[in-house]
């Protein structure tokens, strides 16, 4: 039984307010013999099932905040889709006008989820990735008249974006874990989730270390921090599928100076943990929560790790990919 009344305990004025407070988890089964702690956070808690819920309402607060939107202002925003539904939620809420672009590879249900929000949505081609729909909404917020009329969060380059886990999502997990957390393992989409708990959990206890999980296909966090390749001629090897992480590029919301290692997973170590946190733990998680989980309990096995409390965070919700290969429909 939950008895922290902060979790969910009251009346609120709107939806907006429910970000945040998610659950912590131990994982069981799929940590097998390894004799550390690994405990997920799990994200699809959130109001629209997801990490990035927190960026799209911390994203508009901040708008709000600067005098930079009204009543008529369009907000544009390229997204691989649980930012444009965290923003889709936030504006339907609030009454903003949401037009997001989107690489068509993304699932159906993302697809469906924006527009049931009352979001418009334009799809990009896939083997441009997240660089197509980062193009395509900046032609779309010129074509809107740029500011003031339109505005244009851009998550990969918003500080509200680290900001808003540097309030919330690291105090959160701080909070759970007694202060006993010694490894924060997260995958990088924009990079604001590792940012901002990373920042507070290793100001807290220096020790904490921070490991940043990203597609093999898409090594560029490998190539830039551990080979030392300059941002800019940072390259993926090619397509992958572990949607939200992986974006081919090093954002500019990334603290580079705060990650101890990189660890990389194939598509298909992703779908097999993503399966495997349903199957054996009970947790419908998305195709990126699969990948996440998997290099913590590659983590969790070091010897050097015995003893150690791994937190990885679980971006999203399984539903979100039914229509995909993470659950195949035999
Ligand atoms: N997983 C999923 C499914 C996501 O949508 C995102 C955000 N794009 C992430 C992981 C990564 O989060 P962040 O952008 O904070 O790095």
Same mark, same amino acid.
């Given at each position: 039984?939950?008895?922290?009344?902060?979790?969910?305990?009251? /009346?609120?004025?709107?939806?907006? +307010?429910?970000?945040? %407070?998610?659950?912590?988890?131990?994982?069981?089964?799929?940590?097998?013999?390894?004799?550390?702690?690994? $405990?997920?956070?799990?994200?699809?808690?959130?109001?629209?099932?997801?990490v990035k819920d927190r960026i799209g309402v911390a994203m508009i607060d901040?708008?709000?905040?600067?005098?930079?939107?009204?009543? %008529?202002?369009?907000?544009?925003?390229?997204?691989?889709?649980?930012?444009? $539904?965290?923003?889709?939620?936030?504006?339907?809420?609030?009454?903003?006008?949401l037009a997001v672009a989107m690489p068509e590879s993304m699932s159906l249900?993302?697809?469906?989820?924006?527009?049931?929000?009352?979001?418009?949505?334009?799809?990009?081609?896939?083997?441009?990735?997240?660089?197509?729909?980062?193009?395509?909404? #900046?032609?779309?917020?010129?074509?809107?008249?740029?500011?003031?009329?339109?505005?244009?969060?851009? +998550?990969?380059?918003?500080?509200?974006?680290?900001? /808003?886990?540097?309030?919330?999502?690291?105090?959160?997990?701080?909070?759970?874990?007694?202060?006993? $957390?010694?490894?924060?393992?997260?995958?990088?989409?924009?990079?604001?989730? $590792?940012?901002?708990?990373?920042?507070?959990?290793?100001?807290?206890?220096?020790?904490?270390?921070?490991?940043?999980?990203?597609?093999?296909?898409?090594?560029?966090?490998? +190539?830039?921090?551990?080979?030392?390749?300059?941002?800019?001629?940072?390259?993926?090897?090619?397509?992958?599928?572990?949607?939200?992480?992986?974006?081919?590029?090093?954002?500019?919301?990334?603290?580079?100076?705060?990650?101890d290692e990189v660890v990389q997973v194939t598509d298909d170590e992703a779908?097999?943990?993503?399966?495997?946190?349903?199957?054996?733990?009970? #947790?419908?998680?998305?195709?990126?929560?699969?990948?996440?989980?998997?290099?913590?309990?590659?983590?969790?096995?070091?010897?050097? %790790?015995?003893?150690? /409390?791994?937190?990885? /965070?679980?971006?999203?919700?399984?539903?979100?990919?039914?229509?995909?290969?993470?659950?195949? +429909?035999?």
């Amino acid at each position: 039984m939950a008895t922290d009344t902060t979790f969910r305990g009251h /009346v609120y004025d709107d939806i907006t +307010q429910t970000f945040g %407070n998610t659950p912590c988890i131990r994982l069981r089964k799929v940590v097998g013999d390894a004799k550390a702690t690994v $405990i997920g956070k799990l994200e699809n808690f959130n109001p629209l099932w997801s990490v990035k819920d927190r960026i799209g309402v911390a994203m508009i607060d901040a708008a709000e905040k600067a005098g930079k939107i009204g009543p %008529n202002t369009l907000i544009v925003e390229p997204t691989s889709g649980n930012t444009g $539904i965290g923003l889709a939620f936030t504006c339907a809420a609030r009454g903003y006008k949401l037009a997001v672009a989107m690489p068509e590879s993304m699932s159906l249900e993302r697809q469906r989820l924006l527009k049931a929000l009352g979001a418009t949505l334009v799809l990009t081609p896939r083997e441009l990735g997240m660089k197509g729909a980062v193009s395509k909404a #900046m032609e779309m917020f010129q074509e809107a008249g740029g500011e003031p009329k339109a505005f244009i969060p851009q +998550q990969f380059k918003n500080p509200a974006n680290p900001d /808003v886990h540097r309030r919330t999502t690291a105090e959160e997990i701080w909070r759970a874990t007694g202060g006993t $957390i010694d490894i924060l393992v997260s995958g990088v989409g924009t990079g604001g989730t $590792i940012t901002g708990c990373g920042e507070v959990l290793k100001s807290r206890k220096p020790s904490v270390k921070c490991i940043a999980v990203e597609p093999t296909q898409s090594p560029v966090l490998t +190539q830039h921090i551990v080979q030392g390749v300059p941002k800019d001629q940072v390259k993926p090897l090619g397509p992958h599928k572990i949607q939200g992480i992986g974006a081919g590029f090093v954002p500019d919301v990334l603290n580079t100076a705060i990650i101890d290692e990189v660890v990389q997973v194939t598509d298909d170590e992703a779908f097999e943990m993503g399966r495997r946190l349903a199957k054996e733990e009970g #947790m419908l998680c998305g195709i990126s929560c699969g990948a996440a989980a998997h290099a913590a309990v590659k983590i969790a096995h070091r010897p050097e %790790n015995a003893g150690k /409390v791994i937190v990885v /965070v679980l971006p999203d919700l399984g539903e979100r990919y039914l229509s995909t290969a993470l659950y195949p +429909q035999d």
